[in-house]
């Protein structure tokens, strides 16, 4: 198994390319506590320094603490681990783990909207950087759309470039209902 390793945007994530889908469900795990759901991210959180794992489609994206041991150090450890997950064959995820995407209710008309052009336009071009977007919520009497960042996202400092300069201006294009676009920490 050949196990390719992708810079991203966040200098404190990296994105680990195992030629293979990893997850039909995007995950963040963002404590070791979270991670007990999946033996993967659990085996990676042993790892010193490894502050956050994110499966994507077909990547797993590892966050580094800043003040951590560096990329130099964390990659053979983090690589070793995934190989060693695929290799066994064991699930991703352990049985009576739920999904951590948002159930909910009937979304308005507009909601619907904003979802859809999430995951037509956003969330492909966020998943090549190591990371993910998910809606949050839209408050309709004041236009404001809150959008939760998952995975190399999360803390990368373009992040609030990305919100502003990209999804708010193409939200508004295409959904004028939107007056402004802010970020769930």
Same mark, same amino acid.
């Given at each position: @198994?050949?196990?390719?390793?992708?810079?991203?945007?966040?200098?404190?994530?990296?994105?680990?390319?195992?030629?293979?889908?990893?997850?039909?469900?995007? +995950?963040?795990?963002?404590?070791?506590?979270?991670?007990?759901?999946?033996?993967?991210?659990?085996?990676?959180?042993?790892?010193?320094?490894?502050?956050? *794992?994110?499966?994507?489609?077909?990547?797993?994206?590892?966050? +580094?603490?800043?003040?951590?041991?560096?990329?130099? &150090?964390?990659?053979?450890?983090?690589?070793?681990?995934?190989?060693? #997950?695929?290799?066994?064959?064991?699930?991703?995820?352990?049985?009576?783990?739920?999904?951590?995407?948002?159930?909910?209710?009937?979304?308005?008309?507009?909601?619907?909207?904003?979802?859809?052009?999430?995951?037509?336009?956003?969330?492909?071009?966020?998943? &090549?950087?190591?990371?993910? *977007?998910?809606?949050?919520?839209?408050?309709?009497?004041?236009?404001?759309?809150?959008? +939760? @960042?998952?995975?190399?996202?999360?803390?990368?400092?373009?992040?609030?470039?990305?919100?502003?300069?990209?999804?708010?201006? @193409? @939200?508004? #294009?295409?959904?004028?209902?939107?007056?402004?676009?802010?970020?769930?920490?």
């Amino acid at each position: @198994m050949f196990i390719q390793t992708e810079p991203t945007p966040n200098p404190n994530a990296l994105k680990f390319l195992p030629g293979r889908d990893v997850s039909s469900d995007p +995950r963040d795990f963002v404590n070791r506590e979270e991670a007990a759901a999946s033996p993967l991210a659990e085996a990676l959180f042993e790892v010193e320094g490894v502050t956050g *794992i994110f499966f994507g489609y077909d990547y797993v994206s590892v966050t +580094r603490d800043p003040n951590g041991p560096d990329w130099t &150090q964390l990659k053979a450890p983090i690589l070793a681990g995934i190989m060693d #997950h695929f290799v066994s064959g064991a699930p991703l995820m352990r049985d009576g783990s739920t999904s951590d995407s948002a159930a909910g209710g009937e979304d308005s008309e507009i909601v619907v909207e904003i979802k859809q052009l999430l995951d037509s336009r956003v969330r492909p071009a966020v998943a &090549q950087d190591g990371g993910d *977007i998910l809606f949050d919520a839209f408050n309709e009497e004041t236009g404001v759309l809150t959008l +939760r @960042m998952r995975g190399a996202c999360a803390g990368c400092p373009s992040s609030s470039a990305t919100l502003k300069a990209g999804v708010e201006q @193409m @939200m508004k #294009h295409y959904i004028p209902e939107v007056t402004s676009v802010e970020q769930v920490i």
